[in-house]
C-alpha cells in the first residue's frame, strides 16, 4: 500500500510540475464565430488563430455551408514590453444553404512538426431575416450590431436593500464607433442612489446573447429603494458616431468610410419593491436593513462631579447606514447632557454600504452618587434570514465620587457633605454707591418759547411737505405692477423661510415649507406662473436673466433634496444647513439678476 501511495503521490507531482511549466510559450490554435445564430440570408465569419506559425493547414469541409470569401491570411507581431506576440489568422466567409443546426468541424495544422486541432463549434440557422437594401445602413447596423444594455443585480428587492445598476454598450465587430455621448441620464426617482463611475473607459470581450460582442460599461450605481411597489429606473441614451463603411475606395484600394449619427436608447427596468415584514417588528426598529453590530459605551464609569464622559452609541457593519436613526440616549435628570457629535465613516462599493456610524453624547454629572444609564435597543432587518433582530447594550452605572448630594427629600436641593444648607445669593446682594442725582428744579418754566411751543407751532407745517412726498412715492409704488409683484413674492418667501425655520425637527412641514419659499419666490421675480414652475423654463429664464450657472445648480439643488428629504431621514444639523442654503441661494440669485 506505502508503494501505491508513494507513485500516486509521485504522479500528482509531475502532473503538478506539467502544468506549472506551461508558459506564455504554449502553442494555442482555436476556432472563432462572428455569431453562432444567424438568419438563412445572413453570412457568417470564421476565423481560425494560432499564436505560433504552422503549415499544412486543413480547414474543415464547411458542408453545409458554402464558401463566399477565403481563405484571406493575415498575420502580426507585436510587443508588450516582455516578449513578442505573434498571431495567424486564416478567415473563411460562409452563407448558409439551409434553416436548422449545423457543426462547423476540426481544423488540422501542424506547428514545429506536431498536429494540433481546434474544437467543433454549433451554428443554429433561422429563417431569412429583414435586411435593408443596402447593409452599411445606419439604422440596420445600430439595430443589428450595437446594443445598450440595462444590468439590475436584483428586480424584486425588499425596502432599503442594496441593488446595482450597470449600464453596458456592447458593439460586434462589424460595426465601428468613434464617439458617443450622454443625451439622457437615467434618472432614479425613489432611490436613493450613490454613482460609482470609473473615470477609466475599458473596453473589454464578452458575449451578448451568446455572440462575441467587444462593450464598454458607461455607468454604475448603487441604489437603495425607499418606496415599495413598483419604480421604474428611467433609461439612459446615447448619441453615437458611427463609422459607416462606403462604395468607395481611395487610391490605395481601402474602403472609404463615413460617420453617420445614430441615438441609440437603453430600455427602462421596473423594479418590485417588497415592503419589510411586520410580523416580529421590534417597537426599537428605525428602518435599518443588512447586517450589523451595536455597542454603547463610555470613555470612563468613575469622576468626580462636574467632571466630564463621552458616551458613545455606535452601529457598524454593512447596510444602509445612512438612512436609518441611531437609537437614543436616556440618562437620569441628575446628569446634564449634551446634543450628540454625529460621526459617519462609511464607503460605498458595487454590493452597498459598509463601515459605521455614531452619536457621542457628552456628560457632567452635576452630585455625588451612582447613576444608572438604562439600556438601550437596536434592531435591524436581516436579510439573510429575512427576519428582525434585536441587540440591546449592557448596563452601565456611572459612579461620581466627589460632588454635592442630591437631596431628594428637601425639596430637590442640593446639600454639602457636612449637612448643611448652601447659601443662595440673589441678584441684588450688594447696593453699588449711586453717582448721579435725580434732583427737581422748583420754578416751572413759562411755555411760551420753549422748544414744546416752537415744535407745535412749526411741527405741522414742515409735515406739509412730506405728506405730498409721502403721497407721491405711495401712487408711484403702487402703479409698479411687477415691482409690486416682486415685493410680494419677496414677504412671500421670508414667511415661508420663517415658517421653515419655525419647523426646524419636523421634516415634513419643514421642507413643503422650504420648497413654497422657493416657488414663490421665482413666481415673483421671474414673472411666470405656478403651470410654468419647471426646471428646464426656471433654468432659461434665470440664464436669460444673467444668473452664474453654479448658482442655478444650488437652486436646483436645494428642490431636489426638498424632494429627496420626504423618503430619507433627516438630521436637525441637515435641515438647518438646508435652510442656510436656500436663504443664500435666494440673496445671490437678487444680486445677479438683471
Known sequence: MKFIKHIFILALISTTTLVVAQDEDAVQFQAKVSKKTLGLNERLRVDFQMNKDGDNFVPPSFADFIVVGGPNQSVSHSWDGKRR?????????????????????????????????????????TKAKEKPADPNDPDY???????????????????????????????SPLAGISNYRELESPVFNGFWSQSMDDKRIKAQN???????????????????????????????????????????????????KTQAHRTVTASARTINVKPLPEEGKPESFTGAVGDFQFI??????????????????????????????????????TLEVYEPEHQENVRTSMSGMQGKISDTYTIIPQYKGKFPIPTVNFSYFDLKTE???????????????????????????????NGKQPVVLNENQFAFIKTNTNFKSTTKDSFLNSPIFWTGLV???????????????????????????????????????????????????????????LHNYLKGRLNIETTDLSKDKIRTLLLERQVESTVINDFEAILENSDLARYTPITTVTMQQDYDKAAKTINLIDKQIR
Open 141 to 171: 447596423i445600430v439595430q443589428e450590431y450595437i446594443h445598450l444594455v440595462t444590468e439590475v443585480s436584483k428586480t424584486n428587492p425588499y425596502l432599503n436593500e442594496p441593488i446595482s445598476v450597470v449600464y453596458k454598450l456592447y458593439v
Open 296 to 333: 454603547m459605551e463610555t470613555s470612563k464609569n468613575s469622576l468626580n462631579a462636574t467632571e466630564s464622559l463621552q458616551a458613545k452609541i455606535e452601529v457598524s457593519g454593512k447596510g444602509n447606514l445612512k438612512l436609518f436613526e441611531l437609537p437614543k440616549l436616556k440618562t437620569p435628570s
Open 85 to 125: 506576440n505573434f498571431t495567424k489568422i486564416y478567415s473563411y466567409f460562409l452563407a448558409p444553404k439551409q434553416m436548422g443546426t449545423f457543426t462547423i468541424n476540426q481544423a488540422k495544422i501542424e506547428i514545429d512538426g506536431q498536429d494540433y486541432k481546434t474544437s467543433p463549434i454549433t451554428i443554429k440557422v
Open 387 to 417: 427576519t428582525y433582530k434585536e441587540i440591546t447594550s449592557e448596563d452601565i452605572i456611572i459612579n461620581v465620587l466627589e460632588g454635592p448630594v442630591y437631596a431628594e427629600a428637601d425639596n430637590n436641593l442640593p446639600i454639602t457633605n
Open 206 to 256: 464578452g458575449t451578448y446573447k451568446g455572440e462575441d460582442y467587444r462593450y464598454v460599461t458607461l455607468r454604475k450605481t448603487i441604489l437603495y429603494p425607499q418606496k415599495t411597489g413598483k419604480l421604474v429606473i428611467e433609461p439612459l441614451s446615447l448619441d453615437l458616431t458611427l463609422e459607416v463603411p462606403t462604395n468607395r475606395r481611395d487610391i490605395f484600394g481601402n474602403q472609404i
Open 459 to 517: 411741527g405741522p407745517l414742515l409735515a406739509i411737505p412730506l405728506a405730498l412726498v409721502y403721497r407721491r412715492k405711495r401712487e408711484e409704488r403702487l402703479a409698479d405692477i411687477s415691482g409690486n409683484r416682486v415685493r410680494r413674492a419677496d414677504k412671500l418667501a421670508k414667511k415661508y423661510l420663517s415658517e421653515a425655520k419655525k419647523a426646524l425637527g419636523q421634516k415634513e412641514a419643514f421642507y413643503i415649507a422650504l420648497e413654497k419659499a
